[in-house]
């Protein structure tokens, strides 16, 4: 069989000749077993597009994720249930979530019986995206945005890119696409499942990378940093020597960036010999200009919050200047139209004059620019966090050290519960633990059980304050319901 050739999203420039094949697609029988994981629903949705018929079911499942997935069009079960799955299926995904059961989960069970293939969403996406060139996004935090934003842009440019999302943008049509064109992924270094240790990017086969960070994460799986790190190397020498890998210019990427045959590009915050912001003027409009290789400037705006966003913002940029795959005017528009992504720093009052903003807390990276980002923008306000440790690695004892400084800067913490599911599965630390160990950091800190009791202790503030709600999970309903009861308590004009 000929090698295919594929086009380019560029309006000029050669492009890669990866030469792979594509496994043959169209009008299977799919049915994912945890849909409702933001990953699994992104892949469904690329499925989907590429003609195949969708079905699937999850459990304990909450917004915004379980409410973006009944929306969706295909069936969708709030229970596992072996009279889920469609008549002649064909293939069974099964998410990664230690909730999900595995395979003593009915659904995979009754798979098995009729002889239908079980594989998990990265292995298919692997496969069905092994003969479109392919860009992944990873690091250790900042992949949801930047994948978001790279796919925004070039839409917004007039391609027409696929893209997989694992999380939800407003400004994307959905969190997965199959497009005709180039294909950007979300890649995530934790593992592929239970039994296969390898992490989900490991199947991506890129033709191109854009490495945000290298921190350790994870700890659950990756004991040590070394452990961490060694994916990430395998990533990096799997770049083919025509393609390119734009790296933020930190320590610990310079010391692994030797490993690649790729193109390297370099972007910071600071001065670096590639790409970097300056003169940034934070607000509800931040602006900054770019700085490119010869001097090349770049004014930009965006509404994100946070230095990070910033740091993010200036490796899309990068990534989508050097391959020449937009003009610079289209990189300007696309990006002040971008609206970010959900739990990434989203105002959720309307009239408050406390704010309550939702920030994603699933790392000891992520939290600490989350509350770094609100002390930028709200200086003068008394910062009060929510936290739920929902991770394994905020959960784990392993990790117990991240509480003696990811509250900096905060006046006031609410802790909830860790979940239960999965604790069996490592050393888990109780809530008074986790408790204890913040208040030994100094940081005035309050356990709450329900929605009600942490509701109740953020029932009499002064008003000058902002709170931040800080989880990869549910976080006790409060993201739904707490709004309305600061619009009510806190609403304009009375706390002006």
């Not at 969403?121 to 995206?129: C, D, I, N, P, S």
């Not at 839409?155 to 999380?167: E, K, Y």
């Not at 994460?217 to 060694?230: G, K, L, R, W």
């Amino acid at each position: 069989m000929g090698r295919p050739r594929r086009l380019s999203l560029s309006t000029g420039g050669a492009r890669l000749d990866t030469s792979k094949e594509t496994e043959v697609l169209g009008g299977m029988r799919i049915h994912f077993t945890g849909i409702a994981g933001a990953g699994m629903s992104a892949v469904a949705l690329m499925l989907r597009d590429a003609g195949h018929e969708i079905s699937g079911s999850d459990e304990d499942v909450f917004p915004p994720m379980s409410t973006y997935v009944e929306g969706l069009g295909f069936p969708f079960h709030r229970r596992f249930d072996a009279a889920n799955l469609p008549a002649n299926l064909d293939i069974l995904i099964l998410g990664t979530s230690a909730k999900l059961g595995a395979e003593s989960n009915p659904e995979v069970i009754e798979a098995r019986a009729r002889g239908a293939r079980v594989t998990t969403f990265a292995e298919m996406l692997g496969k069905v995206t092994s003969g479109r060139l392919t860009t992944v996004v990873a690091g250790s935090f900042g992949k949801s945005t930047c994948t978001a934003l790279m796919a925004h842009i070039l839409l917004q440019a007039g391609a027409d890119p696929g893209w997989m999302v694992g999380a939800i943008s407003p400004s994307l049509p959905a969190t997965g696409h199959w497009g005709g064109g180039d294909v950007v992924l979300e890649g995530d270094e934790y593992i592929v499942s239970a039994t296969d240790r390898r992490s989900k990017f490991a199947l991506y086969h890129p033709d191109h990378l854009l490495l945000t960070s290298l921190v350790h994460d994870h700890v659950n799986v990756f004991p040590t940093f070394a452990e961490y790190e060694s994916p990430f190397l395998d990533l990096l020498r799997g770049l083919p020597a025509q393609g390119v890998a734009v790296m933020r210019d930190h320590p610990a990427i310079r010391a692994v960036a030797h490993e690649t045959r790729a193109r390297v590009v370099w972007y910071d915050t600071a001065p670096c010999d590639g790409w970097f912001s300056r003169d940034v003027v934070y607000g509800e409009t931040t602006r900054f200009d770019l700085i490119g290789p010869g001097g090349r400037k770049i004014p930009l705006t965006t509404q994100l919050l946070g230095a990070h966003n910033v740091e993010n913002i200036v490796g899309v940029a990068a990534f989508l200047l050097e391959r020449e795959l937009v003009s610079e005017a289209a990189l300007v528009a696309g990006l002040a139209s971008f609206a970010g992504i959900r739990r990434r720093l989203d105002r959720l009052t309307t009239t408050s004059a406390v704010p309550v903003i939702e920030g994603f807390g699933s790392s000891y990276e992520k939290a600490h620019s989350a509350i770094g980002a609100m002390r930028l923008h709200y200086p003068s306000r008394p910062l009060v966090v929510v936290f739920e440790p929902h991770t394994f690695s905020w959960r784990s004892r392993d990790a117990l050290s991240w509480y003696d400084t990811v509250f900096s800067g905060a006046s006031r913490v609410l802790i909830c519960p860790p979940p239960v599911h999965g604790a069996d599965s490592h050393h888990q630390s109780s809530h008074e633990e986790i408790v204890a160990r913040t208040r030994a950091a100094g940081v005035p800190v309050e356990a709450v059980a329900s929605r009600e009791q942490a509701t109740t202790a953020l029932s009499n503030l002064k008003g000058d304050e902002v709170v931040l709600l800080l989880s990869s999970g549910p976080l006790l309903g409060l993201p739904d319901s707490l709004p309305p009861v600061f619009d009510r308590l806190y609403g304009q004009p009375a706390y002006a």
